[in-house]
């Protein structure tokens, strides 16, 4: 193994690197957020490269950041993945006809990532509309006194 190659790290490793459990570690691989599971052989241990330790912060900081459920997240992680794709596409030397329906393409992929977030703000907005009445009131209150 060279200086620039990580050792592969176990279930256990990740989960204290990122501040999961191992059991969200197998669930999220089972909704297909996290690789590791295949090619593994029944009984082997579950190796991750430093690829999935980032992979999986991200989608811990997304989840938490945004609060999104876990299909959210799903849907989320499939648009990033076809954004890659597209991006793939991209660099691959396609004619401007194709370039034209990559860009429509990751606009849309875009809008639509755009939308979940932009949802995400308009519930927290109203929340914080809700506190700020409840402090209102509450400092009414306090003034009566």
């Known amino acids: 193994m060279s200086a ?3 050792r592969p790290l176990r279930i256990g490793e990740v989960a204290e690197l990122v501040g999961v459990t191992p059991r969200t570690i197998r669930y ?5 957020l996290l690789g590791g599971a295949g090619g593994r ?5 579950r190796l991750y490269a430093e690829s999935d330790v980032a992979r999986l912060r991200e989608l811990i900081r997304l989840r938490d950041l945004l609060g999104l459920s876990l299909d959210e997240l799903v849907q989320l992680a499939e648009a990033e993945e076809a954004r ?3 991006r793939d596409q991209w ?6 006809r194709e370039r034209v329906a990559i860009l429509e393409q990751a606009i849309e992929i875009a809008q639509r990532q755009l939308g979940l977030v932009r949802a995400r703000q308009q519930t927290l907005a109203d929340f ?3 506190l ?14």
Do not use: F, I
Not at 91 to 96: A, E, H, M, N, S
Not at 132 to 143: F, I, P, T, Y
């Open 91 to 96: 660099y691959d030397d396609p004619t401007d």
């Open 28 to 32: 999220y691989e089972e909704l297909g």
């Open 128 to 130: 914080a509309g809700e």
């Open 84 to 86: 890659a794709a597209l």
């Open 4 to 6: 620039t190659e990580a």
């Open 41 to 45: 052989a029944k009984g082997a241990h």
């Open 132 to 145: 700020e009445a409840k402090l209102d009131s509450l400092r009414a209150r306090l003034r009566e006194l």
